[in-house]
């Protein structure tokens, strides 16, 4: 009796695997699609521009400071693969006034046609001790890495309605997954991304048009380089437990992804569980997708997430006791000189 249902279950997930393609999203064809990618004169923005435009895609690079437009657009140029290829280049904040944003968007699609896919890669960071960071900087995060990806995706969502197709990407962080130490400014500005992509693609799913959110971990970028400069000792160890990935890697991962029309990308062995332990009810993009994240949290679930939260607070635990044992030094070596 147990071999039959055992032969009845593996021939359940096998017909469930086989049928998954059938309903999965259409991959989108990047050749000769017009691809809008925020934050895109450095780091993973630029990358994924450069990602794109190696398959073919027009490029619309979106970001504040001109003079870096104009280098990166050199750069993306490079990865041309036909005569054909344009490269835009677009300065305006994107955090700032959204009748700005939806008339550049307006212009970029009178010039290379409408958008097929829209990259919130605009954002920013800091860290730092939750009393330590200046009261206006909570507000300019949820500014830049919220409002910078709410006011592009409200520019180019009703072309794409009226086209019944499109891809909407999202850039948050690990630190849009599980909040951490040295991050309370940050993490909530990341996670507000996937409430906001979780809601959204419940509402476009009918319009064939798919939100794909990233997790990267630290990149090697110009950004993380200067937010180390502040970065308390406890939040770079705990970041140093995932490494750190080069924004080209970031790139190619995220693009195809968002190609496939994926909902969720993550990024190493560390990256999917972590996304997996925190999926919650987050869309799916295939019955298969959905089986693997259940049985991969049935298996792994508890003790992964006791390792994960255990490692990281003995982080902060330490140094939590140091600094006590630092502090009652300092105590008695005054009452000792009285």
């Not at 996670?191 to 419940?202: D, I, K, V």
């Amino acid at each position: 009796m147990l071999l039959v249902v055992a032969a009845f279950i593996v021939a359940f997930v096998l017909l469930l695997y086989m049928i998954s393609p059938l309903i999965s999203p259409k991959p989108l064809k990047l050749n000769g699609a017009h691809v809008v990618v925020t934050g895109g004169s450095s780091g993973i923005g630029k990358c994924i521009a450069m990602e794109c435009y190696k398959h073919g895609a027009f490029i619309t690079l979106v970001a504040r400071d001109e003079h870096k437009l104009v280098q990166a657009k050199k750069e993306v140029e490079k990865c041309a693969i036909n005569d054909k290829q344009v490269v835009l280049c677009i300065s305006v904040d994107v955090s700032k006034d959204y009748n700005q944003v939806e008339s550049v968007i307006k212009q970029a699609q009178e010039k290379l046609g409408p958008v097929d896919m829209l990259v919130n890669c605009a954002g920013t960071s800091i860290s730092g001790k939750f009393e330590e960071v200046e009261v206006d900087r909570f507000k300019k995060m949820m500014e830049v890495n919220y409002l910078g990806s709410v006011y592009p995706t409200r520019a180019v969502i009703t072309t794409m309605k009226e086209r019944r197709m499109g891809r909407i990407m999202f850039v948050s962080s690990q630190a849009g997954l599980i909040g951490l130490f040295g991050y309370t400014a940050y993490s909530p500005s990341k996670f507000a991304l996937r409430g906001l992509a979780e809601a959204l693609q419940m509402e476009m799913k009918p319009y064939n048009i798919y939100v794909t959110v990233a997790y990267p971990p630290d990149t090697d970028t110009p950004g993380f380089a200067e937010e180390n400069k502040t970065k308390p000792l406890e939040t770079k160890l705990i970041s140093e437990t995932a490494g750190v990935c080069q924004p080209e890697q970031v790139a190619k991962i995220v693009v195809k992804d968002a190609v496939q029309g994926n909902f969720s990308s993550s990024f190493g062995p560390d990256g999917y569980m972590l996304s997996a332990l925190t999926c919650g009810m987050s869309p799916v993009t295939s019955i298969t997708e959905g089986l693997q994240q259940e049985a991969f949290v049935e298996l792994y679930g508890r003790q992964r997430d006791s390792v994960f939260r255990s490692s990281w607070s003995s982080i902060v635990t330490v140094f939590g006791l140091a600094a006590l044992g630092a502090v009652g030094l300092t105590i008695g070596a005054y009452l000792a000189q009285k």
